[in-house]
């Protein structure tokens, strides 16, 4: 089905075409149209064209407002002040517009079929290393883009960039030839289930014993670091255990992600080992096009605005003078890899804001090499930092890095609590269920709902709270609606346009009305805090309607308990998409 114009739309075409009939000479004016708290819309482009046509704008806003046909959408126009349109709609017109949604499974959303392909890395643990609070943004942000793009027509290529290559993995590889049963599970068989716990205890285990001795013994540092170099020239027995830890990390870290309720699959897993074999060609294209230069033995690309607090200038190292590759030369690598042959037109990297220099300087040197241009963009969502109650960056009392396990179990076991203590008639299979899904969506939430680029305070207590702006008062006002329904007996949701709307029946009809241009946004600023914003004041607005507007008891005329029921059926399937669209789940009882 095609997208549902919105009603904006419509009234902005309206007024549109009352411009051009009542100014042929403005051209294609906007109306500048913007909802507003004097009336359902306010129009204040006249201000402006006023001024272009050296016009009193009043007189002009009165003009335009006779040259506007009577029609079935413009129920009132009222010129006020120094000539802004305050413009109301039919209830007839909200109806009708939102039956055309209700009738369209994708709720009228528009579905751009000319869109490109966004390739999205986020999500980025490291191999033989625990994931921690840290982690959690990219994941949580990146996985709400990955469903918000694809919703609206993107064709989306997920890549998780793990860090799975370096010097580290000589002494880890080392010392496991030399400590051979290190890695073994207690759990025996081809066919035994490992757990990511156990996968993750094993591997801190061996990371632990292996630092303690390359940092004390000379002779094991001499062979860790010989081991770098046959696992950077590919020797078998070398990359087969290797291998073992990545796979070994796998484990723990879709157990992770599963707990996240995220999907991650394994083609999508393509860490800075993926391109090492990219990476000599890379500094060749750079060198010899110019874009990059030799400087005290180290390839550079050197910038004007980039400079170190001497004043000299700060470049980006390719290669290093012992002939070594940085993370510059993967990333670059991986670049002319997504561009080449994933043929994207977008790139978007959900990665902390504290590397926002580091990709500056990556995308300014792909572009000077061709592989960036005006068809093809990189961008960075670039994320703050999660934050304690304290303000402070999140440590635990020992002022470590809290583990992101641990965090996501606490998440659950408190909206287990809260679940249990609201829970009537759920047996303890489905409360650990929906505690499991009201925790996590309270963490993702609590993530999406800020704006990306801020830091935010992790406060448990607040995010499993049913007030406020949380994922659980938007569960509850799903949950709700759907109880509704369980008490409707024959009635059904039916659209009424004839009918007259209650003021807080328009208030939510209105704000239905705007969930396709709510998530166009989203996608077009990637933007997902805008979307969540939009999911509270509907689960706000639809609490005020059921406040006022009885839907079962008192028991309304028919066509008015329809008509009811038919905005409370398209709210929640708009909560349901809309918080699907964020990773975040919709349990039908609480």
Known sequence: MASVPSLASTV??????????????????????????????????????????????????????????????????EVSGPGFLNITVSDAAIVETLAARAADA???????????????????????????????????????????????????????????WGTQFGMLIQYLIEHPHELDHKAEGADAEVSGEEAMSNLNRLYKASRALFDADEEFKTRARARVVDLQAGDEETLALWQRFVDESKIYFYSVFEKLDMDVRDPDVVGESGYNDMLQETCRILEESG????????????????????????????????????????????????????????????????????????????RRAGWLNDEVKAVQLAFGTVLGKDGKPFKTREGETVRLVDLLDEAIDR???????????????????????????????????????????????????????????????????????????????????????????????????????????AAAEYAPHKLAAYLYQLASLYTTFYDQCPVIKP????????????????????????????????????
């Open 12 to 77: 902005q075409q309206r007024l549109a075409e009352g411009l051009s009939a009542a100014l042929p000479e403005a051209g294609s004016a906007d109306p500048l149209l913007r909802r507003s708290d004097r009336a359902d819309f306010q129009a204040n482009g006249i201000l402006a064209l006023a001024k272009q046509l050296k016009g009193n704008p009043r007189e002009l806003a009165t003009k335009v407002v006779a040259s506007i046909p009577a029609n079935d959408v413009l129920k009132e126009i």
């Open 106 to 164: 994708r709720l009228g959303v528009p579905l751009n079929e000319a869109a490109g392909t966004t390739v999205i890395d986020y999500a980025q643990p490291n191999v033989a290393k625990e994931m921690h609070v840290g982690h959690l943004r990219s994941a949580v942000i990146g996985a709400a883009m990955v469903e918000i793009l694809e919703f609206t027509g993107e064709t989306v290529v997920r890549r998780h960039h793990i860090g799975d």
């Open 291 to 366: 874009v990059a230069v030799r400087s005290e033995g180290a390839l550079c690309v050197f910038f004007d605005d980039v400079k170190g607090p001497d004043g000299n200038p700060v470049p980006l190292i390719v290669q290093k003078s012992d002939g070594g590759f940085g993370y510059a030369a993967t990333d670059l690598s991986a670049i002319r890899d997504r561009v080449q042959n994933l043929k994207a037109t977008s790139l978007l990297y959900v990665v902390d804001a504290r590397q926002s220099l580091h990709f500056k300087m990556v995308f300014e040197t792909a």
């Open 415 to 521: 909206a287990s609590a809260v679940v249990r203590e609201k829970a009537r008639d759920l047996t303890e299979a489905e409360i650990s269920e929906r505690g499991a899904q009201v925790g996590i969506g309270a963490v993702k939430y609590a993530d999406l709902s800020t704006s990306a680029a801020r830091d935010y305070k992790f406060d448990l207590d607040q995010m499993v709270s049913l007030n406020g702006d949380t994922s659980v008062y938007l569960q509850y006002a799903y949950a709700r609606i759907k109880s509704i329904f369980g008490k409707a007996g024959d009635r059904t949701p039916l659209a009424h346009p004839e009918l007259d709307l209650a003021p807080a029946e328009r208030a939510l009809g209105l704000h239905l009305d705007q969930f396709g241009e709510t998530v166009a946004e």
């Open 555 to 590: 028991e309304p005329p028919t066509e008015v308990a329809e008509n009811r029921l038919f905005l409370s059926d398209l709210t929640a399937r708009t909560l349901h998409q809309g918080m699907a669209l964020l990773g975040i789940r919709t349990p039908e009882r609480l």
